[in-house]
């Protein structure tokens, strides 16, 4: 069984440009959910996507957005980037997000985003 | 969320046993422990997890104490390999959160194994 598939595995942007990452979940997983991890402040929930719908937001700017298609497959957008959106962005997917117990939850490699 | 507390750092020497401590004081009763490893620049690579028996499997052990207040994650026989920052987070599992996924995670643990 193929695990989480994050493309592209690196990626370098300048200010002010938008950059749109992918997330395939494992199959037959629902439940994709995304994070950034900085040096600085470590790893942060962005948002979850459950049936194509948002559940969950973490604290960031509106920037910041994602989107979930009828296959389970994921991709986050930032607009207008700035030099602090450098990062490891990485997904993470489940079969529910948690509904049933003993789930396990799985994340993929990430995507290095570097912002020049 | 529950928040967890680790050592910020850990050696252990190649071979031997290496034991992992998390306290996390304020789990609810629907809270999973989970565990997991990041080697640098890699996604977070998952270990084990538990709801209050002890666990077992492949990779390591997991001891979880009858309060559930704190729990100890043990690599059996530590290799070079197992050098990496391991993260102890605490999971809502449940039918009521149902598509409700939202990890909040701490600094982790940064183990080197020693040679």
């Known amino acids: 069984k193929a695990g989480v598939t994050q493309t592209p595995r690196y990626l370098i942007k300048t200010r002010g440009q938008q950059v749109t990452l992918s997330c395939s979940p494992i199959?037959?997983?629902?439940?994709v959910s995304w994070y950034q991890q900085t040096p600085g402040q470590g790893l942060q929930f962005l948002f979850e996507?459950?049936?194509?719908?948002?559940?969950n937001k973490g604290n960031f700017p509106g920037r910041f957005s994602g989107r979930q298609f009828s296959n389970s497959r994921s991709e986050m957008n930032v607009s207008t980037l700035e030099l602090g959106d450098s990062a490891l962005y990485l997904c993470?997917?489940?079969?529910?997000?948690?509904?049933?117990?003993?789930?396990?939850?799985?994340f993929g490699s990430g995507t290095q985003l570097s912002v020049l | 969320d529950a928040k967890t507390t680790q050592p910020t750092s850990m050696d252990c020497a190649e071979g031997r046993a290496a034991n992992l401590p998390c306290n996390h004081s304020?789990?609810?009763?629907?809270?999973?422990v989970y565990w997991y490893r990041q080697i640098h620049s890699q996604g977070p690579q998952y270990i084990i997890h538990?709801?209050?028996n002890n666990e077992t499997n492949e990779m390591a052990s997991l001891i979880i104490t009858e309060d559930r207040k704190s729990s100890t994650l043990i690599l059996p026989h530590a290799t070079l390999r197992d050098t990496a920052v391991y993260y102890c987070?605490?999971?809502?599992?449940?039918?009521?959160?149902?598509?409700?996924?939202?990890?909040?995670f701490g600094t982790g643990t940064r183990l080197t194994i020693i040679p």
């Open positions: 304020t789990i609810s009763g629907n809270e999973y």
């Open positions: 993470a997917s489940s079969s529910t997000g948690g509904g049933l117990a003993n789930e396990k939850l799985f």
């Open positions: 538990g709801l209050k």
């Open positions: 996507y459950f049936s194509e719908t948002q559940r």
């Open positions: 199959s037959g997983h629902r439940s």
């Open positions: 987070i605490v999971r809502v599992v449940g039918l009521a959160n149902f598509g409700n996924e939202k990890l909040t």
